[in-house]
């Protein structure tokens, strides 16, 4: 189901030569336009590394396979299939402490990270059951998300600018006036630098907190136009 919210600014005058470009010196009218909708999530998304230390790199890099092949059976055992199962090469970086301004090596880190999504949510906890009982220490990312998020949120975009001329052709009949076009149109805030606008609900918790996965994910949208406006 598909909300829509209308949040009507303020006409705004010239000022400056900063803002010429997005703002007229004609009569306008700024506006923005919201979107949102609220799905069910297609899957949880884990992110994850499997990493270990040791002064022998060989037996190290062993130690870490032997996790990853652990991780990769119990990714079977719950149908995740290969194009959803993720890794990375190895990465091998030495580790050092520092005491009294001096450097001491204490071992090099071998590590690999991972990701898997799980279409079957209601196996998250045999998931994250399976991941630590495999040896995994570092679960730093967990998040809930929907197929095809561009193409939806491309949607809502066209929904949020229909919203915003909506909007605009009311306030203006309002003042007596009528839109006569499009001088600027943003996926941002006009004029201030704006932000990132495009948001999905999301978690991020180890599984040790046995966090409670949202039952929904939130697509929200906004567009910024100037409308160009005169008398009726």
Not at 33 to 46: C, N, S, W, Y
Not at 66 to 95: C, H, S, Y
Not at 96 to 123: A, C, I, N, P
Request: negative net charge; hydrophobic residues 40%; glycine residues 6%.
């Amino acid at each position: 189901m598909t909300r829509l919210c209308l949040i009507a600014l303020c006409s705004l005058l010239l000022t400056g030569n900063a803002l010429a470009n997005r703002f007229p010196s004609q009569p306008h009218i700024y506006v923005t336009g919201e979107a949102e909708q609220k799905l069910t999530p297609d899957f949880v998304e884990v992110g994850f590394t499997v990493a270990r230390t040791g002064a022998d790199v060989a037996a190290t890099m062993q130690e870490v396979d032997a996790i990853t092949d652990r991780v990769w059976q119990a990714a079977q055992k719950l149908g995740i299939p290969r194009d959803d199962f993720e890794a990375t090469g190895f990465a091998v970086n030495p580790m050092f402490d520092f005491e009294d301004g001096k450097r001491h090596y204490r071992g090099t880190q071998v590590s690999r990270q991972f990701t898997t999504r799980l279409r079957d949510m209601d196996r998250f906890d045999d998931w994250s059951e399976a991941l630590v009982r495999a040896g995994v220490q570092d679960v730093p990312g967990i998040r809930v998300d929907v197929d095809r998020r561009e193409e939806r949120e491309a949607a809502l975009r066209v929904t949020a600018l229909q919203n915003a001329r909506t909007e605009a052709d009311r306030l203006a009949a309002a003042l007596g006036q009528a839109i006569t076009g499009v001088h600027t149109i943003s996926d941002t805030p006009i004029g201030d630098g704006g932000g990132v606008q495009f948001r999905v609900s999301a978690m991020a918790r180890t599984p040790e907190q046995a966090p409670t996965l949202p039952d929904q994910v939130e697509l929200r949208v906004e567009a910024y136009a100037v409308f160009l406006m005169m008398p009726k």
